[in-house]
């Protein structure tokens, strides 16, 4: 594809994001792909990775998320056929499909990226997930999933062994089971800067949040 194709192409993956995530309140809305998208570019630009690559990844990640599909492979499949009624060219599709593939978080099970572009976009999507937008997204999804604040009552070693998607899970134990962990997890330079700031923010909240619920941290 020219370049003025790729342009058309992120146009229209832009249109076709806002409709398939409109009114999504889960915290895996428009925004959520905008900030991922914006923060991508920016990481691409300071590590030298493929700017077209890594917007397009960012924009349609979360259409295939297994989250809001009946099957991981039906929202891959998904977003593959609507690459393809694009016209987008092979090598292109098969970039933007394998950085989808694999980035989820998924309890921390799925293996490291292979590609500059994946770790781009995968370290702009984890940065969503920390800080003070993560801490929102928090518990946006889990008031969606049903799942409540917290329970001093329940440890965290009877958490631990939920399913990572349980409802049986807090809000709050989120924290410890993924956002925590995200930033020695960042793989460019940049993002690990950009991480330690708002992994020091869900720090300071936690403690505040400890002290305003009259518990200990667990």
């Not at 984890?126 to 049903?146: C, E, P, V």
């Not at 960042?186 to 403690?207: I, S």
Request: glycine share 6%.
């Amino acid at each position: 594809m020219k370049v003025a194709d790729h342009s058309r192409l992120i146009k229209e993956a832009e249109r076709f994001v806002k409709q398939v995530l409109s009114g999504e309140a889960s915290g895996h809305d428009w925004w959520h792909i905008e900030r991922v998208r914006n923060t991508a570019l920016d990481i691409a630009a300071k590590e030298n990775a493929d700017r077209t690559v890594c917007e397009l990844a960012a924009l349609l990640h979360d259409v295939a998320d297994e989250k809001l599909n009946a099957s991981k492979e039906a929202g891959l499949e998904k977003v593959r056929a609507w690459l393809n009624e694009q016209a987008a060219d092979l090598d292109l599709t098969d970039k933007v499909m394998d950085i989808i593939a694999n980035m989820s978080f998924n309890g921390g099970k799925n293996p490291p990226m292979t590609t500059l572009e994946g770790q781009v976009v995968q370290d702009a999507d984890r940065l969503d997930a920390i800080g003070a937008i993560g801490i929102a997204r928090t518990f946006a999804y889990s008031g969606a999933k049903g799942r409540i604040i917290h329970d001093p009552e329940l440890s965290l070693d009877d958490l631990a062994q939920e399913d990572y998607r349980s409802a049986g899970k807090t809000a709050i134990y989120h924290f410890y089971e993924k956002l925590l962990k995200l930033k020695s997890l960042m793989n460019t330079p940049y993002a690990k800067e950009l991480a330690e700031q708002r992994h020091a923010f869900m720090e300071q909240y936690l403690q505040q949040f400890y002290r305003e619920w009259g518990s200990r941290n667990p």
